[in-house]
């Protein structure tokens, strides 16, 4: 399975919060985020890694160059307006055959449900994407996420509604199908990744949520504690 990784964010509110590293390299417990997926990845059947980072990420750049890892790994530099413009970049790297799971750089969650999330869609050939989903609820904006009683995802929103258990964890496995919608939404003028899962739903692509106990993520200086005392825990 290929694997992508957007680390095209500037960290800004960490950094405003007295963090110096750039987001990608923050430690948690004494690993970096990137090390940490790495890691997760290749442990999950990685076929290939491809990752895009901004222009001004000196250090990150140096890092990814000098990492030596047991698949390849495809390295954009690139400043792009969003994450979704991010995942645009990375279409070269994903299109083909088979199956990919997309994810930001700072998502911190249980190891075994990540396993069990890919076994998953990898048997599930019904759906066009499984969406990793959680009910833990701390972020500044999250976009929650409707479904039905067989967790088939039937729309997004910014704000909560009584119906609407979960939130999206950041977390994307999509099939080549979804993914060939990538260049449409972009010239219809598609923005934010939200904006994307929205435009699969109303394509009548079939996507389905993953349900996660908990994913946090390192936004700002208080969750890498957050996130350290939660890896510790299990």
Known sequence: MKYALIAAGEGSRLLSEGIKEPKP???????????????????????SICIIINEKMEEVR?????????IPLNVI????????HSFYELLPYLRGEGKFC???????????????????????????????????????????????????ITGYANHVYPDYKYISGGIYCMNQ????????????????????????VDAGMSLRAYPFTQIIDIDHASDIAKAEHFLEKH
């Open 25 to 47: 390299l923050v430690k948690i417990n004494g690993i970096t985020l990137l090390n940490r997926l790495f890691r997760v990845f290749i442990d999950n059947d990685a076929e």
């Open 62 to 70: 140096s890092f990814l160059e000098n990492i030596k890892l047991p």
């Open 77 to 84: 530099v690139k400043t792009t307006p969003d994450s979704f």
């Open 102 to 152: 997309l994810t930001t750089v700072d998502p911190i969650f249980h190891e075994s449900e990540f396993t069990n999330y890919i076994k998953c869609f990898k048997e599930d050939n019904d759906c066009d994407a499984l969406m990793a989903v959680t009910d833990y609820i701390d972020d500044e904006s999250p976009l929650y996420v409707k479904t039905n009683q067989n967790l088939d």
């Open 177 to 200: 199908q979804a993914l060939s919608l990538l260049p449409r939404a972009m010239e219809e003028g598609v923005k934010r990744m939200r904006g994307f899962q929205q435009y699969l």
